[in-house]
């Protein structure tokens, strides 16, 4: 995690750069990196793995969405978002993406097509460069979506607290 000052020859972090006085930046992809020195804008990055104190158990359509995970890991590249479930037992959800967390706050979202969608969203505010709460919520539908419509209460999360750990103890 780097705040302040960014090395831009070594963009590891979403932090953005923003020219300093005279200096030119050149974009490279979704990066930006600049010629000389530069400031940076935003925080902390939020890009790391947080266990959720408060597991995702999900099991329905007789077994066929069968999932558990107690972690997730937050790829965020200065400009999008990806939420990916660690530590999961069963059935791998999708890999959500929405917007970059730069802010304090992210949103994102995958759906399953097929003859009963999958729709999964994770939503978080960080309350501190190392913690965020928020919510995992599933919805199935419409279509044959026998017993997981409505949705079973184990497949939907309020997340208190998640907190940053190593993404080696995410198994």
Known sequence: ???GRLDCDALADIERPIPAAGEQCDEFGETAT???S???IGGPS???CYNIQVGVNCNCAFGLVNFQFSCVELQDT???LTAIARGFVGSQPCWMTGDTATDGAFSAQCTIPGGCP???TITGTFTDADHWDGSFTTTFGPGS???CD???AGCNATIVNATRVDCGSCT
């Open 34 to 36: 600049c010629d000389n």
């Open 78 to 80: 200065g400009v999008n």
């Open 118 to 120: 999958e729709t999964y």
């Open 46 to 48: 939020p890009s790391g």
């Open 145 to 147: 979506c026998f017993d």
């Open 150 to 152: 409505p949705t079973p």
């Open 1 to 3: 995690m780097t705040e």
């Open 38 to 40: 530069c400031q940076t």
